[in-house]
């Protein structure tokens, strides 16, 4: 059974059927919703990075340093973590996918900003994207950060699990995160990128009266885990 754990923001671990550790966009030393901080992290076999805006990035490369994990991102990410002294990566691309030993890993549009964090003279300023894996039968998607897209309506009938942002003012708000849900059509949706800081506060509960009955809404806390 695959677990996944909620840090707080946009961060989250998998735990796949395998054993395998996966975080998404690790962001946790300056999360004022962390449970964990950059030094309680021992071990992850990948590191998945949407986009490189800080609250998405800024921890990726100390942690494939710390771990030794394969970090994994657009091309132009990639290039800016080996320029910082990353070796093991691996660059991907929008609409492009590889198999890894924990299953197939695309990489899906996003609409939002391409800025990379740490990278002063804007060389490597990117298209963020988001994350459909299909863990043998178990099809997660995680949007990254993004506006409502029409492609959504591409994945119908292939999300088990959708991560969804409904913080509103820099991404999708609640009303257009329950579009999505219609859009995709996943089984369990759980809500993310919300009540970090003020501009994006949100109650979770709200979003799942507006889903209605088209997905199981799961709303965790930070450090709560959910199994599928």
Request: some cysteine; charged content about 20%.
């Amino acid at each position: 059974m695959a677990r996944l754990t909620w840090h707080g923001h946009s961060t989250f671990t998998l735990e796949t059927d395998q054993g395998q550790l996966i975080m998404f966009d690790p962001y946790l030393d300056e999360n004022p919703k962390s449970d964990i901080r950059v030094q309680d992290v021992d071990h992850l076999d990948y590191i998945l990075v949407s986009h490189g805006h800080f609250d998405h990035f800024q921890d990726a490369i100390p942690l494939a340093k710390k771990t030794g994990a394969m970090l994994v991102s657009t091309s132009e990410i990639v290039s800016f973590c080996q320029e910082q002294g990353l070796e093991n990566v691996h660059p991907l691309h929008i609409g492009g996918g590889k198999r890894f030993p924990f299953g197939y890993a695309k990489m899906t549009p996003a609409l939002h900003g391409g800025q990379v964090h740490g990278d002063t003279e804007g060389a490597y300023t990117t298209m963020p994207g988001g994350w459909w894996l299909d863990m043998d039968g178990k099809r997660l998607y995680y949007s990254g950060d993004t506006a409502l897209l029409t492609d959504m309506q591409l994945l119908k009938g292939k999300v088990d699990l959708a991560l969804l942002p409904i913080g509103d003012n820099f991404t999708m708000g609640p009303e257009d995160a329950a579009r999505a849900v219609e859009f995709i059509e996943p089984k369990v949706v759980i809500p993310i990128h919300y009540s970090t800081w003020e501009p994006i506060e949100q109650d979770p509960n709200e979003f799942r009266e507006m889903v209605g009955g088209r997905a199981e809404v799961m709303i965790l806390d930070p450090g709560d885990s959910y199994n599928f």
